[in-house]
């Protein structure tokens, strides 16, 4: 079996405003780019995230969600006070099986809050690791578009 671990690749943040924060975030720890994006509603219904900030580092991608504050959602805990700075919220895992992840979950009794797929594109899901490990872990398994997606993030090469 695959460690739970396994496929690391992103950290997650919530800021509520994007811009700012990612004024903040190549101010303070270097330049680097973001691609931007506003989710559009599935099915009639709003996203959660209202605007969010992709950019990888060598292979670690650094993701913040601007959440939709007009709604209740996972990202309400740790949403910063004022503008500008970022919480962490996740760590994200690159995974190949998703239906046996949410076994996993289940079985190791983790609530899964937030969850979804974009059919042809990736399947994701939540888990609430916050007790054992003080955050939210994500796990999203890639289609071939997501992984062009992924492959189309602005990337800072260090090495």
């Known amino acids: 079996m695959q460690h739970f671990f396994s496929g690391f690749f992103q950290f997650g943040y919530v800021t509520r ?5 990612i004024a903040s975030y190549r101010a303070r720890y270097g330049d680097m780019a973001f691609l931007i994006n506003d989710p559009a509603p599935t099915d009639g219904v709003a996203s959660p995230t209202k605007r969010l900030g992709l950019g990888f580092i060598d292979d670690v991608m650094i993701e913040i969600i601007q959440p939709d504050t007009t709604q209740k959602t996972i990202y309400d805990d740790v949403l910063p006070a004022t503008v500008g700075p970022v919480h962490l919220h ?7 099986d998703h239906d046996a992840m949410l076994e996993r979950l289940d079985a190791l009794g ?7 797929k974009i059919e042809g594109f990736l399947d994701f899901s939540y888990a609430d690791t916050r007790a054992d490990l003080g955050h939210y872990s994500e796990f999203i398994r890639l289609d071939a578009a997501g992984r062009v997606f992924f492959d189309s993030v602005p990337r800072l090469t260090t090495r």
């Open 17 to 21: 405003d994007l811009d700012s924060a």
């Open 90 to 96: 996740h760590f994200g895992f690159l995974i190949d």
């Open 110 to 116: 983790y609530a899964v809050p937030f969850h979804g």
